[in-house]
């Protein structure tokens, strides 16, 4: 196009130069000089035109090239998420620091007080979408990992804490101090089970030995012994604290915890825990009765509704509650008697600790019925002997509560009412009968 413009134009001005003489301008060139003059422009322009086309041509042809360069790179794909690592946990009794898992992002990790950490502190999310190294878990830091205790002494391990057992001549936390003394208290002594041969080697001509963890060394040193640690007796002496929750049983080089009848070791291997009987159906009740978990224990209970006397009687709702059956309108006896009885167990901890809420009474009004406008509680029944208070705790509810610790293993029974009023006029009054379950142990 801008060849074609440039033809017109060159056209239009020699047209102009030959009107211009036609008109009588001076220095005109004549008509052979006019031909001359376009024969070669066009020439020109022939030429120009030559290598504009040529040069639409290479500038095609690459084009075409780069355009199927183009068309075979691969084609990202635009639906896929940016890449992430799974997500971490902190470790048992640890902490773990970073909640961004991108790629090349890091996470830290520290144990608590007590523990060391044991795999990497630093993990980073690879391009691959997994985390660096291993899993980092807290371990137990021992007490003893240092050898505290001198002169052939055995360290024992505590809970966050350790205690030294010297061999006969020596004493001091770290077994530091010599001195001449009968073996101690927590030495088991004359029993085969509980002896071991120390193990020895000479170094520099002197000869040195060592027992095995949980015994330590008595005799001379030419005829010396390991003899069993009794940790339990350890910690018994030194007041240092109770090993086990229950009781302590020491066995050749260590000791173990254990559990009265009817409880469960729990992990920490010290602690003791309640066997559900009834849930686990370790029971023996028959049917007709309920299955009621106690401390230690259970029980099968069928409790019974109050015996019909006169215009009173009452039927069993559920397997713990009672109604009193409808009333004749003249019996003013029969409508002072208890509406309803209920029946509740509950299994304590001995020596719990005082003063403890153990049973809440409230009143219900049915649908579309106004409720009493004033409560009334107390005690009117069992063999508590001032071992409980009624109380009232808002304006609706009452509240039983125990104010004497109480020793097991025991069974306490306590009654307590209810009473509504309406306008200060007695409405109805409902008995409540609590079976207090008191454990032999406190845990």
């Known amino acids: 196009m801008a060849l074609s413009m440039l033809r017109s134009g060159l056209l239009f001005l020699c047209l102009t130069a030959i009107h211009t003489c036609h008109g009588g301008g001076q220095n005109c060139m004549d008509k052979h000089q006019v031909v001359g003059v376009l024969r070669q422009m066009e020439k020109f322009l022939k030429g120009q035109e030559m290598r504009f086309t040529e040069g639409l041509r290479i500038m095609k042809s690459k084009l075409a090239i780069l355009q199927n360069s183009v068309s075979k790179l691969p084609q990202a794909d635009q639906s896929a998420a940016p890449s992430v690592c799974p997500s971490l946990e902190a470790p048992v009794h640890g902490m773990k620091f970073g909640s961004k898992y991108f790629i090349s992002h890091e996470v830290h990790f520290t144990c ?110 030419d005829n010396s012994i390991c003899q069993d640690v009794n940790e339990c007796e350890v910690y018994r002496l030194d007041q240092g604290g109770k090993l086990c929750v229950y009781e302590c049983v020491n066995v050749p080089g260590s000791y173990h915890c254990s559990c009265p009848r009817g409880y469960k070791l729990l992990p920490d291997g010290r602690s003791c825990e309640d066997v559900d009987e009834c849930l686990t159906q370790q029971h023996n009740c028959s049917r007709g009765t309920t299955c009621i978990n106690t401390g230690g224990g259970f029980q099968c209970v069928s409790p019974e509704c109050p015996r019909s006397h006169g215009n009173i009687s009452y039927v069993k709702t559920s397997p713990f509650q009672c109604e009193r059956n409808p009333c004749p309108m003249e019996s003013r006896s029969c409508h002072l008697a208890p509406k309803t009885v209920s029946f509740h167990y509950l299994s304590l901890p001995s020596n719990l600790q005082t003063p403890a809420t153990l049973f809440r009474m409230a009143t219900a009004a049915a649908p579309g019925r106004p409720g009493p406008d004033s409560l009334r509680f107390g005690i009117v029944g069992g063999n508590s002997r001032g071992m409980f208070v009624m109380q009232r705790s808002d304006r609706q509810t009452g509240e039983l509560i125990l104010v004497q610790g109480l020793r097991g293993p025991q069974d306490i029974s306590v009654d307590v009412d209810m009473s509504e009023y309406s306008e200060r006029s007695f409405q109805a009054k409902h008995v409540a009968k609590v079976h207090v379950l008191v454990s032999a142990y406190n845990f």
Request: net charge neutral; hydrophobic share 20%.
């Open 112 to 221: 608590s007080h007590g523990y060391h950490l044991v795999g990497p502190g630093t993990r980073v999310c690879q391009e691959n979408g997994s985390w660096s190294g291993v899993n980092t878990i807290c371990k137990d830091v021992s007490e003893c990992s240092s050898n505290p205790c001198q002169n052939g002494g055995t360290c024992v391990e505590g809970v966050n804490q350790y205690k030294c057992t010297c061999p006969q001549s020596w004493s001091g936390s770290n077994c530091q101090h010599q001195t001449q003394t009968a073996p101690p208290e927590w030495s088991v002594m004359n029993d085969p089970a509980f002896s071991r041969r120390p193990r020895c080697a000479k170094v520099d001509r002197a000869q040195h030995c060592s027992c095995d963890a949980g015994f330590h060394m008595s005799g001379t040193s």
